[in-house]
């Protein structure tokens, strides 16, 4: 079992920057691939982006490639996503999760937190 908690979510304005985290315990979060979803009210969870467990590869979709970087610090158990250039449509409820290999599709993730609630104001 691998239990993971994300925090660093809040209120800012279009164009400022933010920085999530998500702290994992349980099983050795270094050896899953691991990722970020967003929902926002009446719409399917949404990929965002995603790091292989060794770091080497990762993915973003493309409405925020260039704008947020996924990060991993193997020393600490904990994976990031800084967001820069925050746009209103960025906002939703933000997940980490963790699968078995590198996925884009929510539904191949097997870990999941509970979520941070980011809110973009225009």
């Known amino acids: 079992q691998v239990q993971l908690v994300e925090s660093g979510g809040g209120l800012v304005q279009a164009g400022d920057s933010l920085r999530l985290s998500c702290v994992a315990s349980g099983r050795t979060f270094s050896t899953y691939a691991k990722g970020w979803f967003r929902q926002a009210p009446g719409k399917e969870r949404e990929f965002v982006a995603s790091?292989?467990?060794?770091?080497?590869?990762?993915i973003y979709a493309d409405s925020v490639k260039g704008r947020f970087t996924i990060l991993f610090d193997n020393a600490k158990n904990t994976m990031y996503l800084q967001m820069n250039s925050l746009k209103p449509e960025d906002t939703a409820i933000y997940y980490c999760a963790a699968a078995a290999a590198l996925y884009s599709n929510y539904r191949q993730y097997d870990y999941w937190g509970q979520g941070t609630q980011v809110t973009v104001s225009s």
């Open positions: 790091i292989r467990w060794g770091g080497a590869s990762t």
